[in-house]
């Protein structure tokens, strides 16, 4: 895809932060040829807490202050100025919609959880943003080390 003009790229870390997978996405797709790089991130906040209550208000710091850090992280691969964004919108298809039709972007790199867990959850990201005519990167975070199931004791209370 080499052009005298750069592609513009749309990253989206869904639940994911910047992982091994994502940043070699990036690496391979800046060896395509010269691109600019907008991290979004959807609003991390669980819809039942009202926006702007200040347990909203602080979790949207919390994920802006990591967005940073995702930020600065992946303009060293892209070894180019990138720039990032806290979506106000919580459903990471309505985050990049709006993206979208508020920038200019021809292509997008999605970072979301692994497939199964999208299964479950009856919500195949991928395959939905692949819907919206631009070419999809699809970079799915490996699963995470199972851990034993924590003991529980029980008491006997005698009555």
């Known amino acids: 895809m080499e052009s005298s003009s750069p592609a ?5 870390i869904h639940h994911t932060g910047v992982t091994a997978a994502l940043l070699e996405a990036v690496r391979g797709r800046v060896e395509q040829g010269h691109a600019w790089f907008h991290v979004l ?3 991390p906040t669980p819809p039942h ?12 710091a919390a994920a802006e202050r990591a967005l940073d850090d995702d930020v600065d992280t992946l303009e060293a691969a ?7 964004s806290v979506s106000v919108r919580r459903d990471p298809m309505d985050a990049i919609e709006e993206a979208l039709y508020d920038g200019d972007f021809d292509e997008i790199i999605l970072s979301t959880r692994r497939a199964d867990v999208l299964a479950r959850m009856h ?6 943003v692949a819907h919206l005519g631009l070419p999809v990167t699809a970079v799915l975070a490996a699963p ?5 199931p924590a003991r529980t004791r029980r008491r006997l209370i005698a009555h």
């Open 49 to 60: 807490w009202r926006a702007g209550s200040a347990e909203h208000r602080a979790s949207v």
């Open 144 to 148: 995470e080390p199972s851990r034993p």
């Open 78 to 84: 892209a070894r180019h100025p990138t720039d990032g």
């Open 41 to 43: 991130a959807p609003d």
């Open 123 to 128: 919500m195949d990201l991928p395959r939905r």
């Open 8 to 12: 513009h790229v749309l990253v989206v």
